[in-house]
């Protein structure tokens, strides 16, 4: 197994085979310099700003030369800056010389991959590491990034796991551009499954209790609680808002504290959560 670089690393005789071989998971930029060029220090601070720019796609590997004169001899390189780019053990590019920042970057573009599919291989990493909502959040950012299919399916797949069945339904109503008409059935037969599979006993009878007693707080509220523990978050908040819109306060502010406590299990950047928050904060003020 390779082992993983940090973002910048001195390059020396003892990890050049570890540098090489990191290639084979990230872009690698060898970067020559020494102190009597200036040139070559401010190319290999550029670098820097393009490492940081690509975080997780691009690792800077820089030569002292003056320190190391042995790695410029190794690499064959007469003259600074000198830059070696690698990937998979491989030189696929490099440069002699000065490079614009826009010039430089329209270089590394070439072989970094996309975001996306970063973002992807780190939500995987999550989910093997037990972090489903992290996942769950890097998927939603690849997915909106690239429009894949096999990524939309992917987000499904762990919003089912998460039991986000809100949320999956969400996904399933717009993503009639991206799936099959096949693709779209098959997601909304498993989520009608993921639903009916919440629909318990416990959760049968508040529903009907509810419908008894529409006006009942108390069973409500006991009945948004279980629709959210069974991952119904969107319906739970519905069922709170329509007394919450008349009354604030209403059930002593227990009402309005589930409320929130319930927003607040909800991403920042979830939908809902936001139109709702911009609903409570109306009345507040």
């Known amino acids: 197994m390779e082992q993983v670089l940090e973002a910048v690393v001195d390059v020396t005789v003892d990890n050049i085979q570890q540098v090489v071989g ?4 990230v872009v690698v930029a060898l970067s020559f310099f020494a102190q009597h060029r200036p040139e070559s220090q401010a190319m290999n601070q550029l670098l820097h700003t393009m490492t940081q720019r690509y975080q997780g796609q691009l690792t800077l590997a820089q030569v002292d030369c003056d320190a190391q004169p042995q790695m410029a001899q190794y690499f064959q390189v007469q003259s600074l800056p000198a830059v070696i780019l690698l990937q998979n053990g491989q030189t696929i590019d490099g ?4 490079k614009t920042e826009a010039e430089l970057d329209t270089l590394l573009q070439k072989y970094l991959p996309e975001a996306w599919k970063i973002k992807w291989q780190q939500a995987i ?9 992290g996942a769950i959040l890097l998927l939603k950012e690849a997915f909106q990034e690239s429009l894949q299919p096999d990524l939309g399916l ?12 809100d949320d999956a339904q969400h996904w399933v109503d717009h993503a009639q551009s991206v799936l099959s008409d096949e693709q779209l059935a098959a997601c909304q037969a498993q989520l009608d499954e993921a639903l ?10 508040l529903a009907q209790a509810h419908a008894d ?18 991952g119904r978050v969107q319906q739970a908040l519905e069922l709170m808002w329509q007394p919450l819109a008349l009354d604030l306060n209403v059930a002593e502010g227990e009402m309005k504290a589930e409320f929130l406590n319930l927003l607040n299990t909800l991403a920042a950047t979830d939908a809902v959560a936001r139109s709702y928050r911009q609903k409570l904060y109306g009345l507040m003020h």
């Open 154 to 165: 992917a987000l499904f797949d762990a919003l089912l796991q998460a039991q986000a069945l």
């Open 95 to 98: 440069f002699f010389g000065d």
């Open 125 to 133: 990493d999550k989910q093997q590491q037990g972090d489903l909502d």
């Open 196 to 205: 009916a599979n919440t629909e318990t006993p416990a959760l049968k009878q």
């Open 22 to 25: 990191a290639s084979n998971q």
């Open 213 to 230: 007693q529409p006006d009942d707080l108390t069973v409500l509220l006991a009945y948004a609680k279980a629709l959210a523990g069974a």
